[in-house]
C-alpha cells in the first residue's frame, strides 16, 4: 500500500491478537480485522487470500444454514440498485461540470466488494461508499446515506406513514437494510422526476406515483415485489411522458 500511494486501514495490534487468540477464523473476533484486511486488499487491486477456516477439533467445515446463500445474494441486489443509482447521479453531475466521471466514481472492484458484502455498512462497502461520499461533495450534492431517510426525502414522508421500528445500522436486520436501500433509490428517482416536472412546467404530483403505493413499496423492501412493480410502472410512465432516461434498478 506504501509503494502505491494508497491509504489503508489496518486493524489494530489487539484486534489481531483476539483472532488469533481465538483459534478460529469464523470467530466473533475474527470478523473485524478480517474484513479490514479484505477491504485494504480491494484499495489496492489486490485479490484477498482467503482460506477454508476448520471448525474447532478438526473435520470438515459444516455446510452454511439453508437460504444463507441466497439471501446475501438477495442483499447484494439491492446494494446494487442503489448503488448503481448513486454512481448514475455522480456520473451526470460530473459530465455537467465537464469532468472525466472515472476520475470521481468508485473502483469497480470496490463496488464489487461492497455487492458480495450485501451490507452496505460492512468494512468491505466502505471503499466504494467513502469515494461516493467525496464525490458528491465536491459537486456540493446530498449524499443519500443507505439508512432512514430524512426529513427531506422524497420517500421518508410516504414511508413514515407506516408504524416503524427504530432501525440504526448496527442494528438493522436483513429486511431493513433491503427496505432502506430501496428507500434511497427510490428517493433518487423521485427527486429527478420532481425537478424534470417543475423545469417543464408540470405538476409533480400528477406525475408521481401515490405516497402509500410508495410506502408499501419500501415496506416489502424487494425490487420485484408486486408493491415495487406497481410503483416503478408508475414512474417509468412518468419519466416516458417527460422525455427523461429511467434510472432502471439494477441497470
Not at 94 to 123: C, E, I, K, R
Amino acid at each position: 500500500a506504501q509503494e502505491l500511494g494508497t491509504p489503508v486501514t489496518l486493524p489494530t495490534d489487539a484486534e489481531v491478537a483476539a483472532c488469533v487468540a481465538a483459534v478460529d477464523l469464523r470467530a466473533t473476533a475474527c470478523s473485524a480485522p478480517l474484513a479490514l484486511l479484505e477491504a485494504g486488499y480491494v484499495q489496492v487491486g489486490m485479490p484477498f487470500p482467503s482460506l477454508p477456516a476448520p471448525p474447532p477439533g478438526g473435520g470438515e467445515p459444516p455446510p452454511p444454514g439453508p437460504g444463507v446463500g441466497a439471501a446475501q445474494a438477495a442483499q447484494g441486489q439491492v446494494l446494487a440498485v442503489y448503488l448503481d443509482s448513486v454512481q448514475e447521479r455522480l456520473r451526470q453531475a460530473a459530465v455537467q461540470a465537464g469532468d472525466d466521471p472515472a476520475t470521481v466514481l468508485p473502483a469497480a472492484a470496490a463496488v464489487q466488494a461492497a455487492v458480495a458484502s450485501g451490507d452496505p455498512w460492512s468494512a468491505a462497502s466502505a471503499p466504494a461508499l467513502d469515494a461516493l461520499r467525496q464525490g458528491y461533495a465536491r459537486y456540493g450534492l446530498r449524499f443519500p446515506e443507505p439508512g432512514p431517510a430524512g426529513a427531506g426525502s422524497a420517500v421518508g414522508a410516504a414511508s413514515a406513514q407506516a408504524p416503524a421500528a427504530a432501525v440504526t445500522p448496527t442494528a438493522a436486520g436483513s429486511g431493513a437494510a433491503d427496505a432502506q436501500l430501496l428507500e434511497s433509490y427510490l428517493d433518487l428517482v423521485l427527486r429527478k422526476l420532481e425537478r424534470a416536472a417543475v423545469d417543464q412546467g408540470r405538476d409533480p404530483a400528477d406525475l408521481k406515483p401515490a405516497p402509500e403505493d410508495v410506502a408499501a413499496a419500501v415496506r416489502s423492501g424487494r425490487v420485484d415485489s408486486a408493491e415495487t412493480t406497481r410503483v416503478l410502472m408508475r414512474l417509468r410512465a412518468a419519466y416516458a411522458e417527460l422525455g427523461l432516461a429511467f434510472i432502471e434498478p439494477g441497470g
